[in-house]
């Protein structure tokens, strides 16, 4: 063990039992010179049972900066089965310090996955998605298609696949936007815009007359986002709500003024209502 190995040792010791403020400065110290071994690992992580917020996200960091594999997963169990509170944003920058192998931790995530709560479950696709984490897509179009998860976990992975393309996601995405209800709907239509496809097309056509206005107005977004002649099709259509959603949409996207919408929109009401 060298000097500074000891000296930190001794640092633990002597202030292992002082106040949580000095507990949290002991923490970042640890987690900026990065030594990993049994004693400033097991300090950092019985620091993790404390209602102290500040003190649990700065364990955890230090912990995720150490890089030491085995100990930064069980810090996050747990976290996930106590169910202390982290704020999401900050457990995903968290993961994004990790001062191990990256591949290694995205794997061993996803290879435990059903072992975290339901919030770290969605930070940690959102941490997916964030880096592009293209591995990991079999794992998450399966998660996808099981009856096993709720909704909050599989909106996430439709935001992952919005992101990173995949065929097999595109399906799955167009069979949900025609049948789950209207928030999964809404979210399938903006992913959508990812996939430049007639499947797509022909789905995100269908979607500007659906009964639910987000996802009327989201299919009419992601249509924006293909070649003109496919939105004049859609303006084509003999259908109010779905032309009145386009030229709104075209206005949020800055190709209409607002003026240009209100005055397209009365149009439609005369034409309506004649």
Known sequence: MSNFEVFIEKFINKNNKKDEAIKVYCAVVLGEFKLSN????????????????????????????????????????????????????????????????????????????????????????????????EYVKNNLIEILKSQSYGKEVKISIIKYFSVVNYEQAQEEIIKILKEYDWEYRAICASALSSYKSAKSIKSLLEGITDKNWYVRYNSAMSLLEFDENIVEKALLKDDKYSRDVLFYAMFMKNKISFNEYIDKSKKLEVNYNV
Not at 72 to 99: A, P, R
Not at 107 to 119: A, Q
Request: hydrophobic fraction near 35%; charge should be positive.
């Open 38 to 133: 049994y004693k400033i690992n097991n300090f950092l992580i019985k620091s993790l049972n404390t209602k102290s917020i500040y003190l649990r996200v700065s364990s955890l960091e230090a912990i995720s900066k150490i890089g030491n594999l085995n100990y930064f997963l069980e810090g996050i169990k747990y976290i996930s089965d106590s169910n202390h509170y982290i704020n999401n944003k900050i457990f995903i920058d968290v993961l994004n310090q990790f001062g191990g192998d990256q591949y290694l931790i995205n794997k061993e995530l996803m290879k435990n996955f059903d072992s975290f709560n339901t919030n770290f479950k969605k930070d940690i696709i959102e941490h997916f998605k964030n880096n592009k984490i």
